[in-house]
């Protein structure tokens, strides 16, 4: 009955260190590109649009708060004030 059992427990032990290299620091996805500026009339970095909040407690969120936060950001960047602009005089 050992051996049949193996199987699935060496299954199960493949998923949880799957699940383990998913949220490992190395792994986890980020929206930083390294312009690391918050703006402060939103509060947010002009960069990947996070606040310093979601900036500091990043690793520390579940991959769902993470992708939430991710899919806000694009809309969060777009209403920012364009700071460097050819058209400004």
């Known amino acids: 009955m050992a051996d049949i059992d193996k199987p699935r427990n060496l299954e199960s ?22 312009v ?20 500091a407690g990043w ?8 992708r939430r936060i991710m899919a806000e950001l694009p809309k969060r960047l777009a209403s920012q004030p364009h700071r460097h602009r050819a058209d400004a005089s």
Do not use: M, Q
Request: hydrophobic share 25%; with cysteine.
């Open 13 to 34: 032990r493949r998923s949880v260190d799957s699940a383990r290299d998913i949220d490992s620091p190395g792994n986890i996805e980020s929206p930083c590109n390294k």
């Open 36 to 55: 690391c500026v918050v703006d402060p009339s939103s509060s947010h970095c002009v960069g990947c649009g996070r606040t310093l909040a979601e900036i």
């Open 59 to 66: 690793i520390g969120f579940t991959p769902d708060e993470r």
